[in-house]
């Protein structure tokens, strides 16, 4: 269970709410957008759907910023601290002592819009961005969709509002063209011409089936003063350090 | 003076590190690695404070950057020597072994070349823990039952994987559908995998429905010719005591022979079917001697995404048949057209919109080779016997999400329009609710449907279970 919730919640992470795309203009035009967010803090909560049909609740407080830094506070089940930052991914149990660290690459933590514009900016050798039509949603509806194709042949399909304003939907695919992962957008709440979705459904295959969540955010504050320091995370010798890839 | 020699050979976990050091200490000036790809962060390799440098360090500092390596599931991992130059400058040699190549056997060729990259890919560093978690993700998202790799030092150091995957073998599935003409039937199938091809046993028989009744037996195989092409071939036989019209019974031995060569893009394929028909017919009015038959080919389009959806309320399947061919109860060329599609639209994070619809067409006139017009999605007359030579039924149905990925309940509505003989065209409308209960690999369909066109407003009650195992 605890893997599950580690990997989803990983995933979730590195590919938070964020954002957006239109034909390759209108890709442009949010990505400018979204380079005025600076920041964004809030409560959440995410309700944690297994396979073997069990379920979680988790509730905290979040905050992250442009920059890809990201912090959480849970309260409840119980304390636990998630810290992701240039250094890695910091997983932290103050009442156990017990810290979680996985220190991936820069890279792996880059967020979705930050990833967006480099392949946008750089494209080319090792990632190429295609727009592949207009594509119902809902009934009457059609969404700009783009496709990411990545060197390893696997790929990341992104579904556009009409207007270009937001993301609606997140696949990756394998390989294959089979889904490993869906995320779905909604609840928007716009702030200074910026949508932010303030609910996330996430579906992730798992070696022990898929593994659904709800992401919930509410007290959304975009552009507030957060110190960079929120970010830091300091490794204590107190700590019992395990490496979070393990779990 | 300095000496080069072997210093050590350390077995660890089947690795061996040869370090071929000096013995002078010497002031450090510079470290180069060699062969060094940046998977393992060596920023925090500490070199000595004092700045100088000798074999013991050398030794030390090898054996501490593979211990990180290993740490980080490099296993294969080892330092080819170290040299601690008189001028400085120390080097390490690394043999990050890389894979050199994956051989995969136990798949059809165009299923190996797929899943070679997902193993590892070649020219990347070997790592047990990324390759334990990649053979997990394929027998999860491919249904192998077993992966055996085998992991190989050649001869320049880098690694050969050979793969031995088993597909799963055995995969029962089992269904249970109520049927307004034959009652509940019951549908066990058994599908094996094998390198040449995949086999689909299946058996159903129907019980509880006083006059007609439907038992067979089906065998189909899939033979895979190239990456997107294959042979699908078999038959499906049945025994039946059938109604000829409200009154009157028939009953019939069948064999139903079918082959299609078909080719695919992507999720879209197209194919060349030839089918047949063999009837022994008893008590049917319009059969002399009690065998008719008839031989049909034309083309087939076929879309189904199951499988590649990560949530089952996305899939979509779309099916068009167009076929020509003769009977022995009719003259002339004889034309079926057969179509299905279901397209579902997301409305809201709970709600669904899911069109249905049925589409058939025959040029024949003969009661044998037409289609009863009430079934799941004009269901509203159990006891309406009709067989028509054009049906289309469209529906839609709005599932809402009561539980995530577990319980769904909504309504549904259907129209259909179809043609009787000696009646002309006539139209049917129901209105229902259903109930959809899907825990993992198990899916219970019910579902209460009213014919709102007809004065009796009769409720009939429609389940449907399946699973696989």
Redesign the interface.
Known sequence: MKKNIFSLLFIFIFSIPLFPGEKLDLMESIIKNYAQFNSISGSIEQ?I?N?D?SYHRLSGDYAASGSGLLRIDYYSPSRQTVVSNSEGLFWYYPDRDILFVS?SGSSKNESLPAFIKRISEKGGDNISLKYEGRF????FRRAHVYRINLK??TGIRVWVEPEGRYILRK?VL?????????E?Y?DYIESDGIYIPS?I?L????????V?T?TEYTNLRVNNVIKDSLFDFRIKSSMDVR?L?DN | MTIRFILNIIICASLIFIYAVTLDAVELKEVKYYGYSGVV?LKDIYFPADQEITDETAKRISAEITRKYH?RGYRAFYIERVLVKSDGVVEFYFNESAVSHVIVSGLPGNESD?IK??LL?KGEPYNE?ILKKNI??L???YGYSNIHVNVEREADGRILLRAEIVKRRKRLNFSVQGDAIYGTIPHVSWQGDYEWGNLIFGFYSSFNQRSADISGISLFIDFPLSVSTGVLTGFNSQWRSDYYDETGIFSDRSIFPEIALYSMS??LGRAVVAKGEYYRLYDYPESEDGIEYSGFSGLRFFYNDR?????RR?ERNVNFEIIAGKNSLEDGLQIRIESDLLLP???S?RGD?VLKNSFFLTSEKERLFQRYVFNYQLPGRSDDYLTSDFRNSSGVEIPLEIY???LYIGPLFYYGIFRVEGRGYESSRSAGLFISVA??GISLNFAYVYDISWDMKDGVFLFSMSGAF
């Not at chain 1, 394998?174 to 869906?182: L, T, W």
């Not at chain 2, 499988?307 to 949530?311: A, E, K, N, P, V």
């Open positions: 309700h759907f396979p049909g220190k119902f949603y809902g009934f390893n042949k696949y394998d390989s294959a063209g089979r889904e490993i992962v869906k779905l909604s609910v459904e579906h992730v295959r798992t070696a022990s089936g898929t659904r709800l490496s890839d | 962060d740490e797929r990259g997902e890919k823990e997990t993700a027998k999860s998202n992507g999720l499988g590649y959806r990560i949530d996305d639209f997301r409305l994070r919109l995530p990925s577990l825990p993992q």
